[in-house]
Every structure is written in C-alpha cells, then in structure tokens.
C-alpha cells in the first residue's frame, strides 16, 4: 500500500521504526520537510535523488542502516544543510569534489562506510563546520586540505583510514581533538604541532612515526589525551615531558624508546597526581553522545571512543566520561634501569603498565601510595627481590601481573592481595610462593622428624648386640618347637635286637 499524506511536515523522525528497504518514496512529497531521522534502521538501496534535493532541508540523520553507492553532488547545494549523519553505511565511491559547497554544514558524519580516494579541498571552505567524522573509511593520499585558520572546527577524527605520507597540521588553531590513528603516517613528528596550541586530545596511534619526541610537543600545555602507541619511535622520554600538567592519559607503548624512567617526569603532572573530586563530562568540551533537539524532535548520535589498553585489553573509554580516566602506558619498549619510585606520587592513575621493557631493580614499595590504581603491570621485565608487602594498601586494585621477572619471596597477603590468584600472573618468578599460586613457602613447610644422637655413640653397638641376641633366642626357640613336635624321635629298633639290650645281665653271667 502507498502511503501518501495529505498534510506538509517540517519535522520527521522514524528512528529504530523497524524500516526496511529502500527509503520510503512518500517522504518526497515532504517538500517542506527540516528535520528528518531514519536511523537505526534496516534501510538500504542507493542515496535518493529527490532526497538530495530537498531545499529547506537542515538537519539529516540516516545513520545505521545499509544504504549504498556514491553520494549525490546535489546534497551539498541545498543551503540550509547544517547536520548530515550518514555513519555506518555502506556508501562508497569517492566524496563529492562539490563538498565544501555546503558552507552551512555544522556536523558532518560520514563514518563507518567504505569511501575512498582523497580528501576533496573544498571541504576547507566549510567555514561554519565545527564536528567532521570521517573515521573508518578506506580514503587515502598523502596531501591535507588547509583549512581556514578562522573555522570554528574542533574536533576532526580522520581515524582508521589509509592515509599516508608526513603527519598533517593544516588544521585551524582552535581544534581541541585530532585523531589521526590507524594510518599510513610516517616520518619525524612535525615541528610545528605547537601551532595547534588548544589541543586536548591528540591520536596519534598505529601509524609508522619514527624519530625522537620533539620538545616542540610539549608546548602544547592543554593536552589531556597523548596516543602515540604502536609507532616507531625512538630515543628517550624527555624529561620535559612533565610541564604536560593537564595530562591525563599517555600512552607512548609499543615504540623503541629507550633509556629510563626520568625520575623527573612526574613532577609537574598535576593531571595525573590529583584526581578531581567531583568529575564532569565536560573536561574536554565534549561528550561521547551528542544529543540534538529541535522545536519538536531530539535525537542524539556518537562520536568515536578513545580505545587504549585497559586491563589486559583494548577498551573504548567513553569521551564522555574521561575525566574519571587516567592512565600511563609504556609498554613494550626497551626502557631499562630502575622503576623511580616517584611514580608512587601519581595517585590519580587508574591503570600503570611498563610491562615488556628491561627494568631492573626491586619494584619500589612507594608504588603502593597509587590509591587509585585498577591495574598494575610489572610483566616480563627484569625486576628482582620481594613483591612489596605494602601492595596491600592498593584497595582499588583488580589486577596485578608480575610474570616473567625474577622476584622471590612470599606474594603479600591480605586485602586485594587476597584476590590476585590468577598464577599465570606469578609465573616465571621462580623464588614466589604463597598461597596465591600453590607453592608453600619454606617457613610454612614443618621440619621432618631427626633421630636423637648420643654423643657417646653407643646406640649402635647396643642396637647390633640386641638384634644378634634376638636372632640366637629365636633359633633356638625354633629348634625347641620342633623337637616337641617329634621331628627329631629316633626310630624303634627290630624285637630281637630290642630283647637283647634289655637283658643284658643273662650274658653276663654265662661268661663267670
């Protein structure tokens, strides 16, 4: 059945209805349409013409269906346009070269489908354009569009695509997220990312980044979130790195860095040392869900997670919520020399991992001070002597590895301690024990029973004259037993014989 209304809506939302198949063809008699949400749906079929077409359409919202094909040119003349969200599509082809003719774009969501090619120039002339997502796609090139320095443009995720070539810093000042993770990006960390001094949120993660840690890096003072996880970077940790005071979350894991541990490098970061006492979702102006609403419609979309290695896993950690979040990860590098017990001073730190290194040394007990840290990890290092009974303090504590180092002693007990059982995160320590991993330690084992010794050292002789009489007794008992028994009886002799010696007086006598 056709459905055709009679009345003229400004505002549609069929969101999670159900909808399958193309986009319904009624809708185009919906000229007059400002709002529309389809999303969460089942939809699919190409982009329709007349949809691209609506004049007074402002805000869009067909994301999480299964549309496809390329997106039509005309979809950016329509001047009102403020919102298009078409993630997690199956939209493909290249984007629009006309993109940028959509000057009143706001947020522009196209992530999540299968577009490739480079990014057109005239996105840049977006000048109203605040939030663009185009994570997830297979778009590539090594050359950025330059964007206005004057766009009010704040957050740009470029993520998860096939990207290449030098990382990019054609961005406006302002931006406060940039991620780029996930590409092809290679090189030395360009000088000039001080330029994009409002920076809280830079990813710059799984690319091919080679080089030292600039200095110039550590300008940028608002820097809450630092990825560069997975690259190929190399020399040390710059001692420096600590007038990074708002930071928050830093993960440096998987590179080649090398040397140790500045004792210094947590002097003054202030983002890591106090956690605040009443979080918000506003830390870093921006929450993990948007929510919009007009005169007579709300909806709300996504943006994208931060993922880091959280608990032996990789994690989406809501953006939304990362204020309550604070992590240091310097895993898998060749960090070496000892753990600085200064890092007892970063209280507010959730999660600690400098697993995969070569640090030595005892694991110092100011480790414990971190009140706040979930999860602890110290795995396949070079560490030696007891794990720290002071461990016990950690109230937060859930997991705790410690594998593949050479500790000895006994696992602490008590507290959280009680609960570290897991003995894969024991293992390879060979002097551990406790009951942690079923291995008694030498205190808890009871001496075996010793025999007494005399000094005069005449127990011995006494021993072997008793068994001697105690054998002589016995056979001689033996021997006893069995002559009563009539083993030994002679045998009666022959009635002649017999008469002969009882008589022996007649013989006597005949002689005389």
């Given amino acids: 059945m056709k459905i055709v209304p009679k009345c003229r809506l400004s505002g549609l939302s069929l969101r999670s209805s159900g909808l399958q198949g193309d986009i319904p063809e009624w809708i185009s008699t919906q000229t007059n349409l400002s709002f529309l949400d389809l999303s969460m749906n089942q939809l699919h079929g190409p982009f329709p013409q007349w949809l691209a077409e609506f004049h007074f359409l402002s805000d869009l919202f067909v994301s999480h269906n299964k549309l496809s094909g390329s997106l039509p040119t005309a979809l950016f003349r329509s001047s009102p346009l403020s919102i298009l969200a078409l993630s997690h599509n199956n939209f493909s082809g290249e984007l629009p070269k006309n993109i940028g003719d959509a000057k009143s774009l706001i947020i522009l969501m196209l992530d999540g489908n299968n577009f490739s090619g ?48 030098e990382v990019p810093t054609t961005f406006p000042p302002n931006i406060k997220t940039l991620a780029l993770g996930g590409n092809k990006f290679s090189g030395a960390l360009p000088l000039n990312l001080k330029k994009l001094k409002n920076l809280e949120r830079l990813e710059l993660q799984d690319n091919n980044i080679s080089g030292e840690l600039p200095n110039s890096l550590l300008q940028i003072s608002h820097l809450q979130v630092l990825n560069l996880r997975n690259n190929s970077l190399q020399g040390s940790i710059p001692k420096t790195l600590s007038n990074l005071q708002n930071l928050q979350i830093l993960d440096l894991s998987s590179n080649n860095l090398t040397g140790e541990i500045p004792i210094e490098f947590v002097n003054n970061l202030t983002g890591m040392i106090e956690a605040p006492s009443n979080p918000t979702s506003q830390t870093l102006g921006f929450a993990n869900v948007i929510a919009f609403s007009s005169k007579f419609f709300s909806t709300e979309f996504a943006i994208n997670e931060l993922i880091v290695n959280w608990k032996k896993s990789k994690q989406g950690l809501s953006s939304q919520n990362i204020d309550m979040y604070f992590l240091l990860d310097l895993s898998n590098n060749q960090l070496s020399n000892e753990i600085p017990a200064s890092l007892g001073a970063l209280k507010a730190l959730k999660m600690l991992n400098l697993s995969y290194n070569k640090l030595s040394g005892k694991i110092p007990s100011h480790l414990s001070d971190l009140q706040n840290v979930e999860g602890l990890d110290l795995s396949h290092n070079k560490l030696s002597g007891p794990i720290p009974t002071a461990f016990t303090k950690l109230q937060q504590l859930t997991t705790l590895d410690v594998s593949n180092n050479k500790l000895i002693g006994r696992i602490p007990v008590g507290s959280q301690m009680n609960t570290m059982v897991d003995p894969n995160f024991y293992a390879n320590n060979s002097g ?34 008793a068994m001697g009489i105690g054998y002589l007794v016995g056979f001689l008992l033996t021997i006893e037993i069995i002559f009563l028994a009539g083993y030994f009886n002679p045998s009666p002799p022959s009635n002649g014989r017999l008469r002969h010696r009882h008589h022996p007086h007649r013989l006597i006598r005949q002689r005389i």
């Fill in 118 to 165: 480079p990014i057109p120039q005239s996105i840049s002339q977006m000048s109203g354009l605040e939030l663009l997502d185009l994570s997830r796609n297979r778009l590539s090139g090594n050359i950025f569009p330059v964007f206005d320095p004057q766009m009010n443009l704040w957050y740009a995720d470029f993520s998860s695509n096939q990207f290449s070539g």
């Fill in 432 to 465: 551990l024990c406790g009951f942690q991993i079923h291995v008694p330690c030498p205190e808890d084992v009871p001496p075996a029973p010793k025999l007494q010794d005399h000094d005069n050292k005449e127990e011995p002789w006494i021993l072997q004259q």
